[in-house]
């Protein structure tokens, strides 16, 4: 599984093919850097289907990119025999596909397109309808395709691919929590879901319908998901996402039992410490089940489901490498102390600086005014009486 560094997830599956969920812009030169040209080819020729989960520019701008590397691909290794790539999109963006193949030949002609609404979970669509969606399933060594609403922007979903291996992704696109979603992704080996907002921020995610860290992790709770990929981080709070494990709530009650059989007092109530408007001081993280596994999505990652366990582990690197960009808020607990600490320490050398600069500048001012008043005193021994005379020296000299 490899999310690209734009909106973008490569699912890679043994003996049946990829499957490309979103392609945000770049997402072909993404795969360009990520693979030499004998890989990106052989990837690019394995392309059975791509899934758009919504039209905003983030995660389909560059579709039509692969779709046209993918076809140049085929109609050289495979010719006549080449096979059919399968699209399944809003269905608004299946007339801008269209459209667009007046423009440029890029391979319409060889999509076999679908839209998401054909595969809503709920649907009973007519026999027509049902008969495309059951030889896309056949194709592509599918059990079960389903989509459901997302709660996002109009015509957004998300959607559950369950394959005859056993092997079931479930991916979010952009959207708040849904029942919906939590119905199609049940049992999934492999969640992938956005955590645009951290959980401080929350009220500013219901408002821009995305998810935070906590919504992501219940969802994933929810579903009884295997793994959880956390992704879709907005760009404008670069900082990592706190995430509580059953085993960390475990070890902050242990902690909280032993301080108030001591003395009374809970060492992990910072609800105090807490400044941000989006916070109400009461508000717990969600817990994340202790058989998930969470990782974090990052630029050009790449790996296996049996490697996912490896996510975790980077997870105190990562806090190392951030350490002085972070500042975890709210509940993050002996983290929260130790970050504001480290800035505290930071901001009191910077004040003491500029303290120090202050002093020296006053200090060389200083200096300056008695030089040139000792230069007028010499001159006004040395120079007649004159009023004027004296005037205009003391100007130069200033």
Not at 3 to 23: M, Q, R, T, W
Not at 87 to 100: A, M
Not at 220 to 241: D, E, I, V, W
């Amino acid at each position: 599984m490899t999310p690209l560094l734009v909106s973008a997830n490569l699912i890679k599956v043994p003996e049946v093919g990829n499957f490309l969920l979103d392609a945000g812009e770049n997402t072909l030169g993404q795969i360009r850097r990520m693979y030499d040209a004998k890989e990106s080819d052989k990837l690019l020729q394995d392309l059975r289907c791509i899934y758009i989960s919504h039209i905003h520019a983030d995660h389909h701008l560059g579709t039509v990119a692969v779709i046209k590397a993918w076809h140049e691909q085929n109609e050289k290794n495979l010719g006549a025999n080449s096979q059919k790539l399968y699209l399944v999109v809003p269905s608004q963006y299946k007339q801008w596909l269209w459209e667009y193949s007046r423009i440029e030949a890029y391979g319409y002609k060889d999509l076999n397109i679908l839209s998401c609404e054909d595969f809503l979970h709920s649907r009973d669509g007519a026999t027509q309808v049902q008969d495309r969606v059951q030889r896309c399933c056949s194709d592509l060594s599918l059990e079960a395709f389903e989509t459901s609403y997302a709660i996002h922007c109009l015509a957004s979903y998300t959607v559950a691919l369950t394959f005859n291996n056993g092997f079931k992704v479930a991916y979010s696109g952009d959207t708040r929590p849904t029942s919906g979603f939590v119905k199609i992704g049940k049992d999934c080996t492999l969640l992938i879901h956005e955590a645009t907002f951290d959980d401080e921020l929350r009220a500013e995610a219901v408002q821009k319908k995305h998810s935070t860290t906590s919504d992501a992790i219940t969802t994933g709770n929810q579903m009884n998901a295997k793994c959880l990929l956390l992704t879709h981080f907005s760009q404008r709070y670069p900082k990592l996402p706190v995430i509580e494990t059953a085993k960390s709530a475990e070890a902050k009650e242990a902690e909280k039992i032993v301080a108030e059989a001591l003395d009374g007092a809970d060492p992990t109530d910072d609800n105090s410490s807490t400044n941000s408007p989006f916070l109400p001081p009461k508000f717990t993280p969600a817990v994340a089940s202790a058989d998930m596994k969470i990782g974090l999505a990052f630029d050009m990652l790449h790996v296996k489901i049996r490697d996912f366990w490896r996510l975790e582990t980077l997870m105190p690197a990562l806090r190392e490498l951030f350490k002085h960009d972070i500042i975890e808020v709210g509940y993050a607990g002996k983290e929260n102390s130790d970050a504001e600490s480290a800035t505290g320490s930071t901001r009191d050398a910077n004040q003491e600086s500029k303290s120090s600069a202050k002093k020296i500048l006053r200090k060389q001012q200083k200096n300056k005014k008695a030089n040139i008043k000792a230069e007028i005193d010499a001159a006004k021994e040395e120079q007649p009486k004159d009023g004027k005379a004296k005037k205009k020296l003391e100007q130069n000299l200033a």
